[in-house]
């Protein structure tokens, strides 16, 4: 089939409160998008709504990849699979005993979460490990097979199957899978040595739980999706997001999808790197604020940060490579509120999609943060969703009166713009964890913002945080969906081996480092035809004594003397660049080697400004300051800015997906290569 009769690139992102479509033709290099509410009850029936209302022709797709919070929302919302557990005997209980950090220190009524699976449903095991990989205790098969029986009588759902020291020696894990099989056709079955084959009981534990709680939903949702769009017309196999910013086939990411828990926002920080590099900026500091979160996260020479652990909520971690990304509960429809001591909060809960801000007059009576925009001007109730959805301004005046301007005492537009305030205080909140808490000086950084509501507030954050520069992409709204189509196939594999790097000889790093690039290789070659392909191969390292490690990469192309003293040498100016300090006194540690294969796919162009456009207000508008000033601004129409136009703020830019606000001095200006909107940002004064 020709580029030109299958031209067209599909990106898909669930959102919370809605799902977004990014279509790219191949042939006359446009992107168009569309917006549809999410729909809860059915994820599917949103995605279906939003192929429709776009008028999308399967049968002319060439890709489609797809990004769900399916995965997140099931261990968020405890509507995931009735898991059973099987360890080591003495060891059900690693899952309720956590780790004895707290979430909230001075709280005495603060209370551990529930572990996704109960302690009746945690089963353990006679058979044991040493920490060398050596047998101790034999598997009791006998005992196994009566625990599976156990297990039939309570109902079990799928089954999770984690040992002691298996990440050395898997093969008690792996003969208890295949009795389980025998036992017990047709059983979800997650193991963690396929899963996670790496040191830290609880969080393998952890991980392997998640995985097998949302095995069967996501089962069931991704190859019946996959049957539907097939049925439409897609001829070509559908690919999902994963958490660390690759995308897989349906049958891979169906096998082990713990990896597609918290891939939402991934495609956008894949989309900021790619955007990054055709503007010639390396250093950004990424924002997306949607309707439900704020998520934030950090691209570095051209690399988003990464990391190998995450939590689907407090207290539940799961271990596998992912973007860095911090999340937090203020988004659009984010709700406001007076507590009991008379001061205002925003979010963590949300309107969500059903019933949404009290502006979308869908049955929802929360002042929300979309509702505070509402009332002082920045968003036209005429034109949200390019006009799709009518707001009322009354409705969110009512809800913010309600619940806030009352309670404090204040005025309706008071109270919008305190929950404005707030809201952005929590937003830069998590700015700085990702930036100075982590040794990186935001003003060394250009902030990208995207999602619904980011462009609204993206000028105050920087200036907040003294970022310089701020860049908002062609259809801002859709943006994690448009990266999405940016992103690369990708396998990661891991193999823990804790040793002293002074007591491991080259031969043995050798084994271990040729054994993972074989998996990963081989991995790759099973789903990936094309020639563009690469291996990135790092190591976890620490000091002797510390608990946790820091990731560097592994020079060349195999292990040598010198291989070994380049990582030490890196290691330690990372732990300097990190945490202040380094030891070069102190022996190190390799606790993990990783090997990741990635196929390079072919990247959609950025949307063409037109060059011939009006430039011309489409009309004015009255917009409330945060000094409590009420100005009369211009509004344009982006789509109508030609390349290469600008004009200092204060306006307002509005387009179908997003709304942007450009402040008083601050600059901004039309990208030639990208579209991008490009806003130097004035210095903070009191406007």
């Known amino acids: 089939m020709t580029t030109r009769q299958k031209p067209l690139q599909i990106g898909i992102d669930i959102g919370g409160t809605f799902t977004d479509l990014a279509v790219f033709n191949e042939v006359d290099k446009t992107v168009s998008i569309e917006k549809s509410p999410t729909t809860p009850e059915d994820f599917s029936k949103g995605l279906f709504n939003v192929l429709d209302d776009a008028q999308v022709e399967l049968e002319r797709v060439a890709r489609f990849?797809?990004?769900?919070?399916?995965?997140?929302?099931?261990?968020?919302?405890?509507?995931?699979?009735?898991?059973?557990?099987?360890?080591?005997?003495?060891?059900?209980?690693?899952?309720?005993?956590?780790?004895?950090?707290?979430?909230?220190?001075?709280?005495?009524?603060?209370?551990?979460?529930?572990?996704?699976?109960?302690?009746?449903?945690?089963?353990?095991?006679?058979?044991?490990?040493?920490?060398?990989?050596r047998v101790v205790t034999p598997l009791d098969e006998d005992d196994l097979r009566a625990i599976v029986e156990q297990m039939k009588q309570l109902g079990v759902e799928a089954i999770a199957i984690c040992f002691l020291f298996s990440f050395m020696n898997p093969s008690h894990e792996l003969r208890a899978e295949q009795i389980v099989m025998e036992s017990w056709e047709g059983i979800p079955i997650s193991v963690s040595s396929r899963i996670l084959p790496e040191i830290r009981e609880y969080e393998r534990t952890s991980t392997v739980v998640v995985d097998a709680y949302v095995k069967p939903l996501m089962r069931d949702y991704l190859q019946g999706l996959e049957m539907d769009l097939g049925q439409r017309g897609l001829a070509v196999p559908v690919t999902i997001m994963t958490a660390g910013g690759g995308i897989l086939p349906v049958p891979q990411a169906a096998a082990v999808p713990v990896k597609s828990v918290h891939s939402g926002p991934a495609g956008g920080v894949i989309g900021t790197a790619y955007l990054g590099s055709a503007l010639g900026e390396p250093h950004l500091l990424a924002i997306d604020a949607g309707g439900t979160s704020f998520e934030v996260s950090v691209v570095n020479d051209g690399e988003p940060a990464a990391t190998t652990e995450g939590e689907v909520e407090w207290g539940i971690p799961f271990k596998v490579p992912l973007i860095d990304v911090k999340s937090i509960g203020a988004g659009g429809g984010s709700i406001a509120r007076v507590d009991l001591g008379g001061l205002m909060q925003v979010g963590p809960d949300s309107a969500g999609a059903v019933p949404g801000p009290a502006c979308y007059d869908q049955g929802g009576n929360e002042a929300t943060l979309t509702d505070a925009f509402v009332v002082t001007g920045a968003i036209d109730p005429e034109y949200f969703l390019g006009g799709k959805i009518r707001l009322s301004r009354q409705s969110a005046e009512k809800a913010i009166e309600r619940h806030v301007a009352e309670p404090m005492g204040i005025d309706v537009t008071a109270a919008a713009l305190g929950i404005i305030t707030v809201a952005q205080a929590s937003m830069t909140g998590a700015m700085r964890e990702m930036s100075t808490q982590r040794g990186y000086d935001p003003r060394d950084y250009a902030l990208v913002a995207y999602g619904g509501a980011g462009p609204l507030m993206a000028c105050d954050l920087a200036r907040e945080l003294s970022i310089a520069r701020v860049v908002v992409p062609a259809f801002p709204g859709t943006f994690c969906a448009f990266g999405a189509l940016c992103a690369d196939v990708k396998f990661d594999f891991v193999r823990s081996h804790l040793r002293k790097l002074d007591e491991i000889d080259v031969a043995t790093l050798s084994k271990l480092d040729r054994e993972l690039q074989k998996e990963a290789n081989e991995a790759l070659d099973d789903i990936f035809f094309g020639a563009n392909r690469f291996l990135q191969r790092t190591a976890d390292l620490r000091y002797v004594g510390q608990n946790y490690e820091v990731n560097v990469g592994i020079p060349g192309d195999h292990f040598t003397e010198e291989t070994v003293e380049m990582m030490v040498g890196a290691f330690n100016d990372e732990h300097r660049r990190r945490f202040?300090?380094?030891?070069?006194?102190?022996?190190?540690?390799?606790?993990?080697?990783?090997?990741?294969?990635?196929?390079?796919?072919?990247?959609?162009?950025?949307?063409?400004?037109?060059?011939?456009?009006?430039a011309k207000p489409k009309g004015h508008r009255s917009l409330t300051t945060s000094a409590a000033r009420t100005i009369e601004v211009d509004v344009y129409e982006r789509r109508s800015l030609p390349s290469g136009w600008s004009r200092v703020g204060p306006l307002i830019i509005e387009e179908p997906d997003s709304t942007i606000l450009i402040g008083s001095g601050d600059h901004c200006l039309v990208d030639d290569e990208t579209s991008s909107l490009i806003i130097e940002v004035a210095e903070s004064e009191v406007r």
Do not use: C
């Open 65 to 133: 990849v797809h990004g769900t919070t399916i995965a997140t929302n099931a261990v968020i919302e405890r509507h995931g699979a009735k898991v059973g557990l099987i360890t080591t005997r003495g060891f059900r209980d690693t899952l309720e005993i956590m780790r004895i950090h707290r979430q909230y220190h001075y709280d005495l009524q603060w209370s551990k979460p529930r572990p996704l699976v109960p302690r009746h449903l945690r089963f353990g095991v006679a058979e044991r490990m040493d920490y060398r990989g």
């Open 580 to 614: 202040g300090h380094r030891k070069t006194d102190e022996p190190i540690e390799l606790v993990s080697l990783r090997a990741t294969a990635f196929g390079t796919t072919n990247k959609p162009n950025f949307p063409s400004a037109d060059r011939s456009g009006s």
